[in-house]
């Protein structure tokens, strides 16, 4: 048996060298797993003591700051200066519960007919978590914090890719909550799909590509379990006829580029109406331009390498697909020449046809198409056009204007002269292809529960 068929090798997509392995968990320690996940006391905690714990994670993140920042940028290839700023985001994630979950958690009493009603939050139990590896410590934190705040615990599969930041996590929610809240398991595809089906198990969440979602809600369904979906993203961008042009030129690059190109919620899909098209284009070209492309570690990068090679790979040949098609490449950064390392020039590549692979995959890297639109309808029916509709970003000085636009758009969110992003205050989560459920703020805590009604009728 090769060291492949025995567990995981973690790979740094900078430099290619290997990192660690990671062997798989034995079926008997799984199962241990799970019954420890099912039989803790979590369910009962008071609310003051789940209070208590999430302020804990919070301090303790704080505090492994830079060697947890450091180990996200080893992993996933993510520059040091945004690592950092993903652990600082879990901290406010966790001060927002930590702060409203009284209000969250208390039960809603009213009247009915005369009868006192009463809803509360219980609940589920054992909640297996599939996530990703671009946000490796936030994914998990908004996912599944508003699941814990609830009182399930978690048995989490993390992506293989960053599985030394997995093990990181258990570390801290067990220092903050103690055994059994937060477990992980280092399995492989056919082992998770078993633990999905597991009796022990109550609900299912995955974040990742459609394909793998439609195969887990499937699994899900067919053992009749609460299943959360968080699948991809081809978000539009779109700058109306009235925009401040510099300065949506300047977000779209933010917001393409960011995490080396690796985000649901990227701009991937950049939809310019055409009388403005050459003014965008003007402000645009230089951001890209200047951006640094190097060693992750490093405080003045920009973007880093891709999180793995078949990600590179992929990513190169939609490219290849869309140039051969009549595509042209508007603005480049030049990446390191490294034949280890995941490497990709950040571009933007302008197209007229609406058949692009482009506009119609999901790019996941720095890699955004720009098109045109001659009116506000041409740049709506564009951006619905996609089988995904996760969030979307629309650009105009005209409040009333943007407001109309924004209720024509099939996302799950709309952002108003603001790039997209993910706030602990603010449901996420998107429609048609790009899954169903919401995670964060307060439907994040309800999304895995079980609001139970009580009607007491006085006699």
């Given at each position: 048996?090769?060291?492949?068929?025995?567990?995981?090798?973690?790979?740094?997509?900078?430099?290619?060298?290997?990192?660690?392995?990671?062997?798989?968990?034995?079926?008997?320690?799984?199962?241990?797993?799970?019954?420890?996940?099912?039989?803790?006391?979590?369910?009962?905690?008071?609310?003051?003591?789940?209070?208590?714990?999430?302020?804990?994670?919070?301090?303790?993140?704080?505090?492994?700051?830079?060697?947890?920042?450091?180990?996200?940028?080893?992993?996933?290839?993510?520059?040091?200066?945004?690592?950092?700023?993903?652990?600082?985001?879990?901290?406010?994630?966790?001060?927002?519960?930590?702060?409203?979950?009284?209000?969250?958690?208390?039960?809603?009493?009213?009247?009915?007919?005369?009868?006192?009603?009463?809803?509360?939050?219980?609940?589920?139990?054992?909640?297996?978590?599939?996530?990703?590896?671009?946000?490796?410590?936030?994914?998990?934190?908004?996912?599944?914090?508003?699941?814990?705040?609830?009182?399930?615990?978690?048995?989490?599969?993390?992506?293989?890719?960053?599985?030394?930041?997995?093990?990181?996590?258990?570390?801290?929610?067990?220092?903050a909550f103690g055994p059994g809240v937060l477990q992980a398991?280092?399995?492989?595809?056919?082992?998770?799909?078993?633990?999905?089906?597991?009796?022990?198990?109550?609900?299912?969440?995955?974040?990742?590509?459609?394909?793998?979602?439609?195969?887990?809600?499937?699994?899900?369904?067919?053992?009749?379990?609460?299943?959360?979906?968080?699948?991809?993203?081809?978000?539009?961008?779109?700058?109306?006829?009235?925009?401040?042009?510099?300065?949506?030129?300047?977000?779209?690059?933010?917001?393409?580029?960011?995490?080396?190109?690796?985000?649901?919620?990227?701009?991937?899909?950049?939809?310019?109406?055409?009388?403005?098209?050459?003014?965008?284009?003007?402000?645009?070209?230089?951001?890209?331009?200047?951006?640094?492309?190097?060693?992750?570690?490093?405080?003045?990068?920009?973007?880093?390498?891709?999180?793995?090679?078949?990600?590179?790979?992929?990513?190169?040949?939609?490219?290849?697909?869309?140039?051969?098609?009549?595509?042209?490449?508007?603005?480049?950064?030049?990446?390191?020449?490294?034949?280890?390392?995941?490497?990709?020039?950040?571009?933007?590549?302008?197209?007229?046809?609406?058949?692009?692979?482009?506009?119609?995959?999901?790019?996941?890297?720095?890699?955004?198409?720009?098109?045109?639109?001659?009116?506000?309808?041409?740049?709506?029916?564009?951006?619905?056009?996609?089988?995904?509709?996760?969030?979307?970003?629309?650009?105009?000085?005209?409040?009333d204007h943007a407001a109309s636009v924004s209720t024509r758009?099939?996302?799950?969110?709309?952002?108003?002269?603001?790039?997209?992003?993910?706030?602990?205050?603010?449901?996420?989560?998107?429609?048609?292809?790009?899954?169903?459920?919401?995670?964060?703020?307060?439907?994040?805590?309800?999304?895995?529960?079980?609001?139970?009604?009580?009607?007491?009728?006085?006699?």
């Amino acid at each position: 048996m090769t060291r492949a068929d025995a567990g995981i090798v973690t790979v740094d997509p900078a430099s290619g060298d290997e990192l660690d392995f990671y062997p798989y968990t034995t079926p008997q320690v799984i199962d241990r797993v799970l019954d420890v996940a099912a039989a803790s006391r979590w369910e009962r905690s008071r609310l003051e003591e789940r209070v208590t714990a999430i302020g804990r994670l919070g301090d303790l993140l704080t505090e492994g700051r830079e060697p947890l920042a450091t180990l996200i940028t080893l992993e996933m290839g993510k520059p040091i200066t945004q690592a950092r700023a993903e652990i600082d985001k879990c901290v406010a994630a966790c001060r927002y519960y930590s702060g409203r979950l009284p209000e969250i958690l208390r039960p809603e009493i009213f009247d009915v007919d005369g009868d006192t009603a009463i809803v509360r939050v219980m609940p589920l139990g054992v909640v297996f978590a599939l996530l990703p590896w671009n946000y490796p410590w936030w994914q998990v934190i908004r996912a599944m914090l508003p699941a814990i705040a609830a009182g399930n615990t978690v048995v989490l599969k993390h992506a293989e890719s960053v599985t030394g930041n997995a093990m990181a996590i258990e570390k801290a929610f067990l220092d903050a909550f103690g055994p059994g809240v937060l477990q992980a398991v280092v399995v492989d595809p056919a082992t998770a799909s078993d633990i999905i089906g597991d009796g022990r198990v109550a609900a299912v969440t995955f974040t990742g590509s459609d394909r793998v979602g439609a195969l887990v809600g499937a699994r899900a369904g067919a053992a009749l379990k609460k299943c959360v979906l968080e699948l991809g993203g081809s978000d539009p961008f779109i700058v109306l006829a009235d925009a401040d042009v510099p300065a949506a030129a300047a977000a779209a690059v933010r917001s393409r580029f960011l995490n080396n190109g690796q985000s649901c919620i990227a701009a991937k899909r950049i939809l310019v109406h055409r009388d403005v098209r050459d003014a965008f284009v003007e402000a645009l070209v230089p951001h890209v331009r200047e951006l640094r492309v190097g060693n992750p570690a490093d405080e003045t990068i920009d973007v880093g390498p891709l999180a793995r090679h078949d990600l590179r790979d992929v990513l190169r040949e939609q490219r290849a697909q869309a140039l051969a098609a009549g595509a042209r490449v508007i603005a480049q950064a030049e990446a390191p020449e490294s034949s280890r390392g995941a490497w990709f020039s950040p571009s933007v590549v302008e197209v007229d046809g609406r058949d692009s692979v482009l506009l119609s995959e999901e790019t996941f890297g720095p890699l955004g198409v720009l098109t045109t639109g001659a009116y506000d309808d041409e740049l709506i029916a564009i951006a619905n056009s996609s089988r995904y509709g996760l969030s979307s970003s629309l650009w105009s000085t005209d409040d009333d204007h943007a407001a109309s636009v924004s209720t024509r758009i099939h996302a799950g969110a709309v952002f108003i002269n603001t790039i997209s992003a993910t706030d602990p205050r603010l449901p996420t989560g998107g429609v048609k292809a790009s899954g169903h459920g919401r995670e964060l703020g307060k439907w994040g805590v309800y999304e895995l529960a079980n609001l139970q009604a009580v009607r007491i009728h006085t006699t």
